[in-house]
């Protein structure tokens, strides 16, 4: 069962986090946060979800009481923030999982060891009009998993299976809000400058990527980000292309 008091022993935020909702199960936290009134900076946390959301309309496995499954109710942001905000994020998680592990970035927002698939950030916005009504941040992150159904066990991994060692979720989840409060000011500051830092965490810097569109496979060299976010890949002439569309997949590519 999650702790909360220790938690909160960790926990050093002015904000994030200080109101948790604690699921022993549910649908998917993200749903869960869009469909209440919550205070901003809400984390709803769940030991086990039954529709765990995962990009593209995939499923995100969520085994009982071994991973962190968990979302974050933000205040209203610029739409054309979201992807760049989206990407500091990533690096927060990064920093705060380089304490135990090798993690790095897949753009946009998968969380790597190597090689293999630790975790991954999905935000869901309410919009009505051209007014955004709520900013949900979902994160999930394999922690002491070991065991992972055969169609992605050749491809995700955890902390434990990366490191050997068996984390406390509490201490990871207090860690990552203490991580997000810290970004999220500098971020909103105009203080991250996502292009330069985005070299420090891609895991696919300079390296061959494999870029998947409509069922079409092309091998691209991945150059780094451009400041609103977007992928920048070039292909065997030099030519430059910023990826745009969250849709498009992509593989290392050796
Ligand atoms: C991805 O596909 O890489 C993103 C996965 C995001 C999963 C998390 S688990 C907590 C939150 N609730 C959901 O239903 N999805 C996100």
């Known amino acids: 069962m999650f702790d909360e008091k220790l938690y909160r022993e960790f926990l050093a935020t002015e904000n994030f986090g200080r109101n948790i909702l604690v699921f022993d199960e549910t649908d998917s936290t993200t749903a869960r946060l869009l469909d209440s009134e919550t205070p901003y900076y809400t984390v709803a946390s769940a030991e086990s979800q039954t529709a765990g959301r995962g990009r593209s309309g995939r499923r995100w496995v969520s085994e009982s009481g071994v991973n962190l499954y968990f979302s974050v109710n933000l205040p209203p942001m610029k739409i054309e923030d979201l992807l760049a905000f989206n990407i500091a994020i990533g690096f927060a998680v990064c920093d705060v999982l380089r304490e135990?592990?090798?993690?790095?970035?897949?753009?946009?927002?998968?969380?790597?060891?190597?090689?293999?698939?630790?975790?991954?950030?999905?935000?869901?916005?309410?919009?009505?009009?051209?007014?955004?009504?709520?900013?949900?941040?979902?994160?999930?992150?394999?922690?002491?998993?070991?065991?992972?159904?055969?169609?992605?066990?050749e491809i995700a991994a955890s902390l434990k299976t990366e490191t050997g060692r068996t984390f406390s979720r509490e201490e990871i989840l207090a860690r990552l809000m203490n991580g997000f409060e810290s970004f999220s000011d500098l971020f909103f500051k105009g203080r991250i400058n996502i292009v330069e830092e985005w070299k420090k965490y891609s895991a696919s810097l300079d390296k061959k990527i494999a870029l998947h569109k409509n069922g079409v496979k092309t091998v691209f060299t991945e150059k780094g980000i451009t400041p609103s976010g977007f992928l920048i890949a070039e292909d065997e002439r030099g030519v430059k292309t910023e990826i745009v569309t969250g849709d498009i997949g992509y593989d290392f590519s050796g």
């Open 100 to 153: 135990y592990a090798d993690v790095n970035l897949k753009w946009p927002n998968d969380i790597m060891a190597g090689g293999k698939k630790l975790g991954g950030i999905l935000f869901e916005t309410a919009i009505s009009g051209s007014v955004m009504d709520k900013v949900i941040l979902g994160i999930g992150i394999n922690v002491n998993m070991t065991e992972f159904p055969p169609e992605i066990n």
